[in-house]
């Protein structure tokens, strides 16, 4: 029995779809009565799915991180990017203020903690706080002189996360000089430190997004309705990476539910609807994950197929692994 994907549109046998595709990522929880989809999504598709676009999204998103948090997933399951993230750390308070961090598990203590990446910082004169720089990025005497820096005093320079040897030559690529005078020790508790948490929202993340939303979609609505060429856009945007001329996924700052905050406290779980947009015209999604961004999905514009009710919205409780319909008043 020949079989079509929703994703890559082939035509493949039945024994090429023995994988299940899962509506919310396995990696942010399992809930009861699952949103799962099977024999629709091959398992090329599936494979290309998780090792491509899914790590990703579990591991190196604000929203991945907070799965521990959450104690949706141990701290021993925690697998860091260490300098190459997309998410950037800075420590916000402390004698290490300033400083750029990175998460990384712990076995001895059975925890995420901080740990310093390789950095060096200079301190402004008449001044007791240091700018710190990666040691890729450290600028030219020149510009640190003439910002105001103290390149005389050795106690004006600090570096983290790097040998001596290393920092030297960095240091001398750059006409700065540089002697050791002593060691720093961290402090031991630096995993509680408040941070600076910045991160960058990539294509990728925005196809494992989109994905999340036409996955929902594909849940309520037959095969034959995901085959309209109208999703051939957003289809192709999730397993190839095609874009076209208008944004399929945007990032607004706007809680889905109408009677939570744009900022502050929100219930917790993974929220995800579909519906016509105001056009009456397009198809929309919208995914957050843990209800924190509000990730709104394109999901076919102008759609020139069967009009039907598609309106649907549901809350995936990670306390309770219940799985709750939205209503509208």
């Not at 899914?54 to 998103?61: G, S």
């Not at 076209?244 to 219930?267: C, F, H, M, Q």
């Not at 999905?297 to 219940?322: D, P």
Request: glycine content about 6%; hydrophobic content about 35%.
């Amino acid at each position: 029995m020949m079989m079509k994907c929703i994703y890559c549109l082939e035509d493949k046998p039945e024994a090429l779809y023995r994988k299940t595709e899962h509506v919310i990522p396995q990696s942010f929880g399992v809930f009861k009565n699952n949103f799962t989809l099977n024999k629709v999504v091959c398992d090329n598709c599936n494979k290309y799915f998780g090792d491509n676009l899914e790590i990703d999204l579990a591991r190196d998103t604000y929203e991945g991180h907070s799965r521990f948090e959450f104690n949706v997933k141990k701290p021993d399951d925690y697998k860091s990017y260490g300098k190459n993230s997309r998410i950037i750390i800075r420590i916000a308070e402390g004698p290490l203020k300033g400083t750029y961090a990175y998460r990384e598990y712990s076995p001895d203590s059975n925890k995420i903690v901080l740990k310093l990446v390789p950095q060096v910082g200079f301190r402004k004169l008449d001044s007791d706080e240091y700018e710190y720089y990666l040691l890729d990025e450290i600028p030219d005497k020149e510009y640190l002189e003439k910002n105001d820096f103290d390149l005389k005093h050795t106690q004006a320079i600090k570096a983290f996360g790097t040998d001596v040897n290393q920092l030297e030559q960095k240091l001398k690529e750059k006409n700065i000089s540089f002697k050791l005078r002593g060691e720093i020790a961290p402090p031991d508790k630096s995993d509680d430190l408040l941070c600076e948490i910045e991160g960058e929202i990539d294509r990728t993340i925005f196809r494992a997004i989109a994905k999340i939303a036409f996955n929902y979609l594909a849940f309520w609505q037959t095969s034959e309705f995901l085959y309209y060429r109208d999703f051939d856009n957003v289809r192709k945007y999730i397993r190839y990476g095609e874009a076209v001329n208008y944004p399929i996924v945007r990032v607004i700052d706007k809680a889905i539910l109408a009677d939570e905050p744009s900022t502050g406290k929100r219930r917790l779980g993974h929220l995800i609807t579909v519906n016509w947009a105001g056009d009456n015209l397009s198809i929309v999604g919208q995914v957050s994950l843990f209800n924190w961004v509000t990730y709104v999905v394109c999901l076919a514009r102008n759609f020139s197929g069967e009009r039907r009710n598609i309106k649907k919205g549901h809350l995936f409780n990670t306390n309770s692994q219940e799985i709750y319909m939205l209503e509208t008043k």
